[in-house]
């Protein structure tokens, strides 16, 4: 039996279709988790929290398993002169929850702006954590886009 939690409530309290896959509950990379699942790396995204340098809540920047975050991209796509990203711990700090775990699907009445790379748009369907480790959740993009209140924007480039 999937797990079930806050997400995946939500998810099914709204009529969204999805599909829950139970990994090991330890830190998984984005990498790993599409290679256990046997999908595209392309198809699983990662969420890097993005803090502004200025007052504001911090950004929530998705991209593929094949990307880093471009942090100038993510500045531009949220109209910021600079941003950065904090470490691992401050991550945990500032969303309460824990790095492989960390979802905008959890996150979603706490205030953060959502960007997703474009590259999502290349498919129906995406992969991102359900809110905690060892829980992943399959689902349409346009889902996750309404969901989120995502801006979509090019803000990932392909790893070094």
Same mark, same amino acid.
């Given at each position: 039996?999937?797990?079930?939690?806050? %997400?995946?409530?939500?998810? $099914? !309290?709204?009529?969204?279709?999805?599909?829950?896959?139970?990994?090991?509950?330890?830190?998984?990379?984005?990498?790993?988790?599409? !290679?256990?699942?046997?999908?595209? /790396?392309?198809?699983?995204?990662?969420?890097?929290? %993005?803090?502004?340098?200025?007052? @504001?809540? /911090?950004?929530?920047? +998705? +991209?593929?398993?094949?990307?880093?975050?471009?942090?100038?991209?993510?500045?531009?796509? +949220?109209?910021?002169?600079? +941003?950065?990203? /904090?470490?691992?711990?401050?991550?945990?700090?500032?969303?309460?929850?824990?790095?492989?775990?960390?979802?905008?699907?959890?996150?979603?009445?706490?205030?953060?702006?959502?960007?997703? $790379?474009?590259?999502?748009?290349?498919? $129906?369907?995406?992969? %991102?954590?359900?809110?905690?480790?060892?829980?992943?959740?399959?689902?349409? %993009? $346009?889902?996750?886009?309404?969901?989120?209140?995502?801006?979509?924007?090019?803000? @990932?480039? /392909?790893?070094?």
């Amino acid at each position: 039996m999937a797990i079930k939690n806050n %997400v995946t409530r939500m998810l $099914d !309290k709204r009529g969204i279709a999805y599909t829950a896959y139970e990994l090991p509950p330890e830190k998984l990379g984005a990498q790993e988790t599409a !290679k256990r699942l046997g999908v595209d /790396p392309a198809r699983v995204f990662k969420t890097i929290v %993005v803090v502004r340098s200025g007052r @504001g809540k /911090p950004i929530l920047a +998705v +991209v593929s398993a094949t990307q880093e975050v471009d942090v100038k991209a993510v500045a531009r796509a +949220v109209g910021e002169k600079k +941003v950065h990203i /904090p470490t691992q711990r401050e991550a945990e700090q500032i969303t309460g929850l824990q790095a492989g775990g960390i979802s905008p699907l959890a996150l979603l009445h706490r205030g953060f702006t959502v960007v997703l $790379d474009e590259s999502a748009r290349e498919a $129906d369907f995406l992969h %991102v954590s359900g809110g905690q480790r060892g829980l992943n959740i399959r689902m349409g %993009v $346009d889902d996750f886009i309404q969901l989120t209140r995502a801006r979509v924007a090019p803000i @990932g480039r /392909p790893l070094s």
